[in-house]
């Protein structure tokens, strides 16, 4: 489901370890979270599929990066993402892909692929990792941290982490509900050319409702765990509806692009998005770094509207 929403977070804390945090110098820490394990799509991904040599949905070329990195990273956006965000609030460093070649595990792994859907049948990249495959490598992962760490710490590692999961933009295989407001679907709604695709902010809607009843039901099946079901819709809408006062000039266009919306011509060309703090999206689908970090400071100071039932604030403070 590429639509506005393409920004469904769930956020699940793996346990709650009722503690007062404390850091190597007695002082207390904010937050009390060691690692963080990020899964889910291209909006998660820190490049995953830039070490997938088949992977078609990539972002290893320029501009990508461009801003904070100065480099490609395959990044779905120039370039932090909303689990960089969240690293960063926490004090970590950003989490390095899993399949990134002597990355060290220990504050933290990405698993996140561009492409990828919810499910193994509703993905638009076949080469890029499966969601049951990213469960494989976390435990893979945790092997290796139970061989370098020893298993006591690091259980406590896996206990004390904050496990993110994207969703959002390759939900549906089904392209002629391709989707939303996104430059994509605006450019290909050929009813109504550069307007929103209205059924599929239905569809949207309708799926972030059942989300929100699969957290209710996992919460009452887990109560160890603390699940959050963060939901941007709402926010991405708020966006589209009175971008100004978000300091966005433009809400419909891709930033990096050409053509028509610039969904027309893939990004990929340096010279391409001259002002992307300005621009609601990156590309055809992906928001710019500068609405993930919104998004993410949302996520953390929102009421249950965006973060059901309590924020990640509240979570990481568990
Ligand atoms: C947004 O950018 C696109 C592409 O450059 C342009 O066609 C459109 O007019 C812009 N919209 C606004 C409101 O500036």
């Not at 850091?23 to 070490?51: C, P, Q, R, W, Y």
């Not at 300091?247 to 266009?253: E, F, P």
């Not at 998005?273 to 500068?290: G, I, M, Q």
Request: with cysteine; charged share 15%; proline share 5%.
């Amino acid at each position: 489901m590429d639509l506005k929403t393409v920004l469904t977070l769930v956020a699940v804390v793996l346990a709650a370890i009722p503690s007062v945090p404390m850091d190597a110098t007695g002082a207390h820490k904010e937050f009390d979270v060691l690692a963080i394990f990020a899964f889910g799509d291209s909006l998660g991904d820190a490049g995953t599929n830039s070490f997938i040599p088949q992977a078609s949905a990539r972002a290893d070329f320029l501009p990508c990066g461009k801003t904070f990195f100065r480099k490609p990273t395959g990044r779905f956006t120039n370039c932090r993402t909303v689990v960089d965000f969240t690293a960063q609030k926490l004090d970590l460093p950003l989490t390095p892909p899993f399949l990134k070649p002597h990355a060290s595990f220990t504050k933290g792994v990405n698993f996140a692929s561009g492409g990828r859907g919810l499910l193994d049948s509703t993905s638009a990249d076949d080469f890029s990792v499966r969601m049951s495959t990213q469960v494989q490598q976390f435990a893979s992962a945790k092997a290796t941290l139970e061989k370098q760490l020893g298993a006591h710490s690091a259980g406590i590692l896996t206990f004390k982490s904050i496990v993110l999961f994207t969703s959002g933009s390759n939900g549906h295989r089904v392209r002629r509900w391709s989707a939303g407001c996104s430059p994509l679907a605006r450019a290909s709604n050929t009813a109504k050319q550069g307007e929103c695709v209205e059924v599929a902010n239905q569809l949207a809607l309708g799926f972030n409702a059942a989300l929100k009843q699969l957290v209710d039901g996992l919460r009452a099946a887990l109560p160890r765990f603390n699940l959050v079901l963060a939901n941007s819709f709402d926010t991405v809408s708020a966006m589209i509806t009175d971008g100004k006062s978000f300091g966005l000039d433009n809400v419909t266009a891709a930033c990096c692009g050409a053509g028509f919306l610039n969904a027309k011509v893939q990004c990929g060309k340096p010279d391409f998005c001259r002002r992307p703090f300005k621009s609601l999206f990156w590309d055809v689908l992906h928001p710019t770094e500068h609405v993930n970090w919104i998004l993410l400071n949302v996520l953390f100071t929102c009421d249950a509207t965006a973060a059901y039932p309590i924020n990640s604030r509240a979570l990481a403070r568990l």
